[in-house]
């Protein structure tokens, strides 16, 4: 079974679209996080959230909304594409201080 | 704010041989956590090592091993026995224990290890 998972892996979009990235964790863990790997590897938090509770919201554009329904779930939306939010991004569970499971990305492209 | 920086940005190794992986961070907390985390190919982030800034025994896992020096706020990671599957970009990260449920991670930018045959 996989512990965190992310749909979709790939998405190829055009500017000015608006895209959803989902996650799912069935690890029982309170905290969900999304972070953003770019061209040059760098990972970056995002958002962060505990019990459905945002947390955690990094300098983040407007475009971006997280949206968790419950626990197990906290889904990415993106509005108005732009060209630089091409990057890989990744959702990942924990419980307090313990491990981040990590998730297996999804690879963005917008043209 | 934590910053984390890893100083090599590729390294490269024989397989069978040790490597030592740099980091080092700068906070003003006092209880925290670092990780090394391991991302080959595949894309995956895979947890490598964790260690607990109040414990002063380095953290080990199997073939991974850490040296914490918590003044210096150095935390290298020896990988001994280097195999092919090792090869990977390993990220150094830093984790605050204050800050009610704030756990995030700040990363350091990634060394790219290549393990040769």
């Known amino acids: 079974d996989t512990a965190v998972s992310q749909t979709p892996k790939y998405l190829v979009t055009q500017m000015g679209n608006d895209k959803s990235i989902k996650c799912e964790q069935n690890l029982g863990h309170d905290t969900m996080y999304w972070y953003k790997q770019d061209s040059k590897k760098f990972l970056k938090i995002m958002f962060s959230?505990?019990?459905?509770?945002?947390?955690i919201n990094e300098t983040v554009p407007n475009r971006f909304s997280p949206k968790s329904p419950d626990k197990a779930h906290l889904n990415l939306h993106i509005n108005s594409l732009e060209l630089g939010d091409s990057a890989v991004y990744f959702c990942a569970s924990s419980q307090d201080f313990n491990e981040q499971y990590f998730g297996p990305g999804t690879r963005l492209t917008v043209t | 704010a934590q910053t984390v920086t890893q100083s090599q940005p590729e390294m490269s190794v024989q397989e069978a041989e040790t490597v030592t992986l740099s980091c080092t961070y700068d906070t003003s907390e006092n209880n925290y956590y670092l990780f090394w985390y391991k991302q080959p190919p595949s894309r995956q982030m895979i947890l490598v090592i964790r260690q607990e800034a109040y414990k002063q025994q380095n953290a080990t896992e199997n073939r991974f091993s850490v040296n914490f020096q918590k003044a210096a706020k150095s935390f290298s990671l020896k990988i001994s026995d280097s195999q092919l599957g090792d090869t990977a970009m390993y990220f150094c990260?830093?984790?605050?224990?204050?800050?009610?449920?704030?756990?995030?991670?700040?990363f350091g930018k990634g060394t790219l290890l290549t393990v040769n045959p």
């Open positions: 959230y505990n019990n459905k509770e945002l947390i």
């Open positions: 990260a830093f984790m605050r224990k204050s800050g009610g449920s704030n756990y995030k991670l700040t």
